[in-house]
């Protein structure tokens, strides 16, 4: 079972990211390109 912070963790990743706050779709996003990221570490240096 995932505990409630290991789904926490990209969440708040994603708002440093953003500067501390951001919509919902925002942060949606962000989770989404850190967590891309996490599992293939090679697109980082595209996304600059």
Known sequence: MVT???LM????RAR??????GS???IYEQVLELEQA???PA???FSI
Do not use: N, T, W, Y
């Open 43 to 45: 697109l980082m240096a």
């Open 9 to 12: 963790q990209p969440l708040l």
């Open 38 to 40: 996490q599992k293939h």
């Open 16 to 21: 440093v990211k953003l500067g501390g706050s």
């Open 24 to 26: 919902i779709d925002e």
């Open 4 to 6: 409630f912070d290991r």
